[in-house]
Structures are given as C-alpha cells and as structure tokens.
C-alpha cells in the first residue's frame, strides 16, 4: 500500500489564531507530503508492501530506520490533523474520556500538567502521547517519529513538538504552543473514538 496525504479536516485558517494557515500549509503540504512520498519510495521492496500501517511501523521499528521514520511520522500525522478541532479543547471533552481520566492520570488538571510537562521535556523533536497500556490511560513522549504503536501502547492522543509544528506561530515558545494546543485545539470526540477501539 503506497501511502497517501489526507486532505485536512477543515480550512487551512480554521484553527486560528492557535496554529495559523501558514502553519498548516507548510506542515501539511510540505512535511506530511515528504514523509509520503519518502515513505512509498521506502516501502518499495521492504517485504512490508501488503501490511497496514500500523503494522509496518511496528514491523520496521529498529529493522529498517528509514521505513520506520516515514511511517511512523506518516501515522502519526493522519491522526494529529484529527486530534485537532476549531473551538476543541476542555469544554468539549465527552463523560467517558473525563472520568478515565480521572480514574487513570489523577483528573483534567494533573493530566493536563502532565502531558505539558512530557510535551515540553521532550528534547528536541518528538511527540507527546495519551496512550492506553494494558487497559490504563498513561502519559508517554517519544523522540522523533517514534510513537506508543512500538511500546505496545495504542495512541489516543498527541501533539507533535518538532519545531515546524509550531516555530512560525510561537517562534522558540514550546511550553506556550503546548498549552494552546490543549487548551482550545484538542477534539475529544476522536479521542473518545480512538478510546472506544482501544
């Protein structure tokens, strides 16, 4: 299976004035379509060629480095577009996420201060992570494309902290993007879908 872009869920300046459309344009079109179209190529004689994404990313994790960067931005991208959401954040979130939140990271505010704290700490590029791990929500950051598919973990959430994600909106300002992004970004309903199948 070649891989290929998803369009966005919404307008380029849907989600201003916390990511702007020049953000979106850039990361989207340029670096989402690197990792496509990189990741195709990389595909090609792999022996992976028949396997779902998922699988080709645990499949190629510490066997083939390139593969796995490309697929693993690749997956983590089609679902960052669908973790955000204009006017997402707190108020939005659906009765099931709230009280598993609650029962796994200590409530909204303790795992809202969590993932930030993980999001910020992460050093360099990376991502940010809500996963489920055994049946339990648990906060995670990962380096680069590296995501919780490959610490069998399934992702119900994240944010990515590479640089192009946020340095022309927020220039050097990760902790300030971070929050933003939580604050009135977040779609809940795809998380509680991705929670739902987890």
């Given at each position: 299976m070649a891989f290929t872009l998803p369009d966005l869920p919404y307008a380029y300046d849907a989600l201003a004035p916390y990511m702007s459309a020049e953000t979106l344009e850039f990361h989207h079109d340029k670096h989402h379509q690197a990792y496509v179209t990189n990741g195709s190529k990389l595909l090609e004689g792999s022996g992976l060629e028949?396997?779902?994404?998922?699988?080709?990313?645990?499949?190629?994790f510490g066997t083939n480095a390139g593969l796995f960067n490309n697929a693993g931005q690749h997956y983590n991208h089609i679902?960052?577009?669908?973790?955000?959401?204009?006017?997402?954040?707190?108020?939005?979130?659906p009765s099931e996420v709230a009280s598993k939140i609650d029962s796994d990271l200590g409530g909204y505010d303790k795992a809202r201060a969590d993932f930030l704290a993980a999001g910020a700490g992460q050093f360099g590029s990376g991502w940010a992570w809500i996963a489920v791990k055994d049946g339990k929500l648990e906060i995670m950051k990962t380096p680069n494309g590296e995501n919780p598919l490959v610490h069998g973990a399934t992702p119900i959430l994240g944010v990515d902290?590479?640089?192009?994600?946020?340095?022309?909106?927020?220039?050097?300002?990760r902790p300030k993007y971070l929050e933003a992004?939580?604050?009135s970004l977040v779609n809940w309903e795809y998380v509680a879908e991705l929670m739902g199948k987890a």
């Open positions: 028949n396997e779902s994404l998922e699988d080709i990313v645990k499949k190629s679902h960052f577009w669908k973790w955000m959401t204009p006017n997402g954040g707190k108020g939005t979130m902290v590479w640089e192009h994600s946020y340095y022309i909106d927020y220039r050097n300002a992004w939580f604050d």
